[in-house]
DNA sequence: TATGAATGAGTGTTCATTCAT
DNA sequence: TATGAATGAACACTCATTCAT
């Protein structure tokens, strides 16, 4: 929902608005989050940003969609085949994979859960949260399903545990990992290195197993 | 580190005060708390909580401080023997009590490990989120001790996957069984039946089991 | 005093845009009258605005200007004969006939004489003010040489008397008898019943009624 | 509906700051009037003037009421007896002293009865039409009732001219007469000399004589 | 010890106008 | 001649904190 002003804007400006968006949105919650900031950082007049979106909600909005675009990009490949120990795998390597690349982005899906004072985007997190856990509890009955999960679990509650242990645990195992929190990451991200990125991956591994042996039958 | 005036205030005038502030603390993150509402809804003077505490900052800091008072009283009884699933199912069968209680306490116990704008909050927040990862990393190395929990995993990363469980995703278990969510439950919370009491304690139960199978040799 | 662009525009372009501004500010004062809605409206740059005039305030001076060209057409029949009544009431029937035909431009009119805080639009104010106020005063002089007006009114007082009858208070009758206001008639007109156009003439006679026997020797 | 704490400002504080609101909104319409302004005339912060009322419409109520309150108590001996002419000459003698003392109140009593965007405006503005409409339409009704009107005029509809004439007629030649107009004597009130005083009230007795010979049977 | 008025930097948002293309 | 992005001063309003009483 940015206005066409934005569309049309030159590649190069584009580029450093958003980026200067995307960092002001993923350092700070909605609310604290401060449009004065962003133009102060651009050098930019403070009306140019109501040219391009109506509101701070519009510019949020936006952002959290960009994201989801992103990520539907790279997730592109993700299988459907395989157990679901296969899928949950890929699925987390991509997420990770997401943090190593530009961890704001990363941040920004977060936020998109996050609760907030401002009505407008209540219902966008409920959708955002709901996604998830259908997700998952899909997930989960297709594996009872195919024999993967035992029969006494029960899907609507698993899948909150599910979520836990991927999206709190390991962001939290991942972050200690790289000796930072997720503030600290996306406030300064570094390169990483091959032996990291294989650590990382090997989070991934650990927390899926944990999944699959607690779930099996 | 409240000031002197604090501890001479006069019980009930205290309790009142302590309430409002809990209260509004529960309801919003630090940013958005607000000193006004708090004084508006006591009608007393807003320079009174200046004669009280420092600052917003360290009334939040007393805040969370008294909730560690709190929790460590009802803790007291925890039992230091038993398996380590029996250890962990009873931390958090107490983790679940203290919600029926005056979930506020508990909300303030979550506030102190969100991030804020404010610096003076971050080392707080570190060593809060600190506490929590090395407690639940010695249950799990004693587990491997005690033949509990099997030899690869490692602990320091598998107590992020415990936290990840028993923190973000029992209690939106929680919420998603009393058919609200956190904001909700502290803003209105209601009293509990027996049936849901008891389904409760089985989500706690059904949680450690799935941490039990995962992380069981 | 637009500029020679405004007048070579193409004649459907130009009648769109004068459409749009007389909207615009027939349904706003001058200060809240929103350049960008008109162009908003239109779909057009908001730089052609200032092709065609040099500003806001041009562009206002322009709207009044045209609506007393329109004016003096229509009232360029009015009869130079008959006795003050008579004159005065075919006067007035044209301008309820205005306000039946496009109530846009009456409003035009109108705000010609409300004070603003633009010091620019200050001169014309009290210019068309004070033309209505001769035209009458000379009206009611006349009155006097014939005998149709008593010698011991002063005509420059009872001149804003007059004005007052048949502005305020005949328009202010006009839309009670018509169930609304004057903003509401100028946002939304509506076809005139042949009935209520019956009670307007006659509405218009009663003002002048007045007027005659609170003059008359 | 102002905050405790205006009434509780310091007399002359109050009295330097209701001085400056008069001015503002007297010189200004609610939409142009401005809270910088005021202010930095005064010199104190802007946060004040929201410790003594609630926004801006809550500071405008306050003046319009306020001046019903200073109007209410000029008013008192306003004679309930006599004709239909005495009584309306009465009152309008009354508000042109009001105009002779501090005129920026009575233009806060006009201002009560413009056109706003402001939708929590639009109740007091019809409230006040509406009062002052049934005022002079009773009185209309009286005096046909006692035989000082004619029967063939519409109580209704004359109201409307009557205010025309003591409204908008009665103020256009008070300030012809003083050689100012509305805006300009707000701006800058001058002494009155008794010359002047004298023929201002003989203009109200002018405006009441034309409408006593208008209604007359 | 309690009070509460005063502060002022901060917020998001609007809009007529300009000017390079 | 038309475009529309950029501008920036202006707006109303908030809130933790201070300090004289």
Redesign the pocket.
Known sequence: MP???FD???PD?RARFVDAALDEFARHRFAE?????IVARL??????????F????DLFRWLVAEHGRRRAELAGAMPAEGTVWERLAAAYRAGVAEWQGDPRWARIGLRSLEPTDEPRLEALRREHQAAVASFLEALLRQGQAEGQVRDDVDPAVAAHFVQGVLTTGLLSALFARLDTDLEGWVAAPRAITEREAAALRDLADQAVELLRRGLAP
Do not use: C, F, N, W
């Open positions: 206005r066409p002003t049309r804007l030159a400006k989050a401060s449009v004065s900031r050098g930019i007049a403070k009306g140019s940003v109501y040219q391009y109506d509101d701070k909600v």
